[in-house]
């Protein structure tokens, strides 16, 4: 077991393990540690569990703990920060929370922490598609979730949470998910999100290579809505083929996206002609 991995489960072991019962909350748990403590590619197995449904802030939230360490010799001692950033995102993860935690785009700064590593502007980099059985498995709850909700049209609009390409990540999967779902929700899902396209359109730091792919992605959205084709097969794939792209784009560093969003902006930019 290596430094980061000794320190990693000090935190779990500080974790009040009282709140998991003896269920599958208790069992996932000692999963988590375990692989943690276990894997020859700590950075690897964080990645994957990225991926994994409502695991996203506890692996941000590793491996930002572990950039820490790494570049801090002298860190031994999770301090209370860490663990305050740490112990929510593990009740997420284990189901143990209905509600969603805050999202963060940098974890809170630890005064004795090295000013480099202080900020974690984006999500790590994932050179393959994770593999669940290969490396963590989706947590289970110990009752049933209710679903996640829609963001609220203040947040759509840029009212007191303005969107952000997070955000609209998020947006864009679940309008994927009821798509595929056949749900009533399609339709409030598909005016949300077109608001969310002018709002970054209009914002002056939303990158190049997403600013293509949302003035195309407003083409498509507005075409599928005057021509009521929420129910076509066609809209189900081509939405499913942009969503995942733009999921690599937000997972990627922010030196290794150019060209991710490529194919997926050529699709929609040639929609039209899976229609005619």
């Known amino acids: 077991m290596t430094r980061v991995q000794q320190y990693l489960d000090i935190i779990f072991e500080r974790f009040p393990v009282g709140e998991l019962g003896g269920g599958d909350a208790r069992d996932t748990f000692e999963r988590l540690r375990s692989h943690c403590a276990g894997t020859d590619n700590l950075s690897g197995e964080l990645q994957r569990l990225y991926r994994v449904d409502k695991c996203d802030d506890l692996a941000l939230g590793l491996l930002w703990v572990t950039q820490l360490v790494e570049a801090d010799p002298t860190k031994s001692e999770p301090t209370e920060a860490e663990e305050e950033v740490l112990f929510p995102a593990l009740r997420k993860s284990l ?39 290969g490396g963590f498995e989706p947590p289970v709850a110990q009752e049933e979730q209710s679903p996640e909700p829609m963001m609220t049209d203040s947040t759509a609009t840029g009212g007191s949470g303005a969107v952000d390409t997070s955000s609209f990540g998020k947006q864009l999967e679940q309008f994927m998910e009821a798509i595929q779902g056949g749900t009533d929700d399609r339709a409030p899902m598909l005016e949300q999100i077109t608001s969310s396209c002018e709002v970054l359109s209009a914002d002056t730091g939303t990158p190049d290579d997403v600013r293509h792919y949302i003035e195309n992605l407003k083409e498509f959205l507005a075409y599928i809505s005057e021509n009521q084709l929420l129910d076509d097969v066609r809209v189900m794939n081509l939405v499913t083929n942009i969503q995942d792209p733009f999921a690599q784009w937000m997972l990627a560093a922010e030196g290794e996206r150019i060209g991710i969003l490529d194919q997926a902006t050529e699709l929609l930019r040639d929609f039209r002609t899976m229609f005619e």
């Open 95 to 133: 189901g143990l929370v209905q509600s969603e935690l805050p999202s963060w785009e940098s974890p809170p700064t630890v005064a004795s922490a090295p000013e480099q590593t202080t900020e974690f502007a984006s999500a790590p980099a994932v050179s393959e598609e994770p593999s669940l059985s």
